[in-house]
């Protein structure tokens, strides 16, 4: 495995301590998010986002698809 790669993994697992895995749709959150910020950091990469620009296009996503608003995480840890 890459360096690269590790060093992502090892990021986005940082990242997703500071999201909360329930209830349920917090699990979901959590492997949307997981997916979408590997992509957002990768060397293919078209978009590079920050944490917080993942994390908000994934709440926004499972808004619309299951109207669920009760999100929890860290916001100073996002907003940082």
């Known amino acids: 495995m890459h360096t690269k790669l590790?060093?992502?993994?090892?990021?986005?697992k940082e990242e997703l301590d500071h999201i909360p895995d329930w209830p349920s749709h917090q699990g979901e959150l959590r492997m949307v998010y997981w997916s979408r910020?590997?992509?957002s950091l990768g060397k293919?990469?078209?978009?590079h986002q920050s944490a917080k620009e993942v994390l908000e296009d994934c709440m926004a996503e499972m808004k619309r698809e299951y109207q669920i608003y009760d999100f929890k995480f860290d916001r100073e840890f996002f907003n940082s």
Request: aromatic residues 0%; without cysteine; charged residues 45%.
């Open 37 to 39: 910020r590997m992509r």
């Open 44 to 47: 293919k990469a078209t978009n």
């Open 6 to 12: 590790k060093q992502m993994r090892a990021k986005v």
